[in-house]
């Protein structure tokens, strides 16, 4: 008897096997095609007329550490600049396990239902030891990442603060240049350290799930106070009850917190991602929210307070990564910290050391 098919994507398929006859001359043109570097010009047009590819392609120069690309990506942000600013965009956070794959695919695939574009940036997980990560977040979104209106692209957290990528600000831009009208930001997991998604996004969607011990204990004040509405996932089966008890409790608490600067009093709502129940009602809320701010003009000024965040804060990027990155502070890094290993300094002392160092006019910037 053969064994049933499964639908799901997290399954392991019986292997293919390569053919005897490969075309060697093919494989080349390929491999030579990939090795092109599209011109500037070329990467924009196509960004502009919503092709993947180049979308693609300018991101991971965004994300690029290299000097040369660093260049050729500021270019290219600069040139998409004026075609953005039209979206919607939304950070979603929640602890590990919440759902947050599974509800952002149901969410994602409502969206595109309602005829929007949607780009998903998924922020994974660096290693501390190994620095990479697994990526996987379009295995566990098999529906989503086939829908043409859709765009998933996950990138490693790296040392970024709060799991945010380094340049997923600028990737917004890009995206928003190529025709989405709605950003999602789905990032790593909950801490005090997730004001980094909350500085680049209009809509900030705290996912919690019942019965994971105390409601109000087991997540930072913080992040409670940044949260624009409350989406209790998996609320369904036997853990229904539950949930409709913590939306109760957080209904309760969310009107001890003071008043938000956008004049909005936060929701707290039930979903079922797996069933995909609640969404639409979720999505009501946030074009509420949106429709509100904008009506009292907090929409666009809280937009202005971001960008001029983000510009601060390339800055303090920039002149770290200019300091470590000078030979001279290499060098001597290397003896500080060994100095340090034998117990003959201490780490203030090999700081200042380090810092002066520099010449004057970067050192009294930094």
């Not at 087991?218 to 089966?237: L, P, V």
């Not at 701010?293 to 920039?318: A, C, M, P, V």
Request: aromatic share 6%; with cysteine; hydrophobic share 40%.
């Amino acid at each position: 008897m053969s064994k049933k098919s499964k639908s799901s994507a997290l399954h392991e398929t019986d292997g293919v096997s390569q053919p005897d006859i490969t075309n060697t001359a093919f494989i080349e043109t390929i491999k030579k095609k990939r090795q092109q570097q599209p011109s500037i010009d070329d990467l924009v047009t196509d960004i502009l007329k919503g092709n993947i590819t180049a979308l693609s392609r300018a991101i991971t120069l965004v994300e690029s550490s290299n000097p040369k690309h660093l260049e050729k990506a500021n270019a290219i942000i600069k040139r998409c600049l004026p075609h953005a600013n039209a979206s919607i965009r939304i950070g979603i956070t929640g602890v590990p396990g919440v759902g947050k794959s599974t509800f952002i695919e149901a969410f994602g695939m409502f969206l595109t239902n309602s005829h929007k574009k949607v780009a998903v940036l998924a922020v994974d997980p660096s290693s501390s030891l190994s620095k990479g990560s697994i990526l996987g977040d379009k295995t566990r979104m098999e529906d989503l990442v086939k829908n043409d209106n859709a765009f998933i692209r996950p990138s490693p957290s790296g040392s970024s603060l709060g799991g945010v990528a380094r340049k997923t600000r600028e990737t917004i831009i890009l995206c928003e240049a190529a025709g989405f009208d709605t950003i999602i930001i789905e990032t790593v997991g909950v801490g005090q350290s997730e004001t980094a998604v909350h500085s680049m996004v209009d809509f900030f969607l705290l996912l919690k799930i019942a019965g994971a011990g105390d409601e109000l204990q087991g997540i930072k004040r913080g992040i409670i106070e940044m949260a624009d509405t409350i989406a209790i996932n998996k609320a369904d089966g036997d853990n229904l009850k539950a949930a409709q008890l913590a939306k109760v409790e957080f209904n309760r608490a969310l009107h001890l917190y003071p008043q938000k600067a956008s004049n909005w009093q936060p929701k707290v709502t039930l979903c079922s991602a797996l069933h995909r129940e609640g969404i639409e009602e979720l999505w009501d809320v946030i074009a509420h929210y949106i429709k509100h701010t904008k009506s009292n003009h907090f929409f666009d000024g809280n937009r202005t307070e971001q960008n001029k965040f983000w510009l601060l804060q390339t800055i303090e990027d920039r002149l770290k990564s200019q300091f470590f990155t000078t030979p001279k502070i290499k060098s001597a890094l290397k003896t500080q910290l060994e100095l340090i290993e034998n117990g003959k300094t201490t780490p203030f002392v090999a700081a200042e050391y380090l810092l002066n160092l520099q010449p004057k006019s970067l050192r009294n910037d930094l």
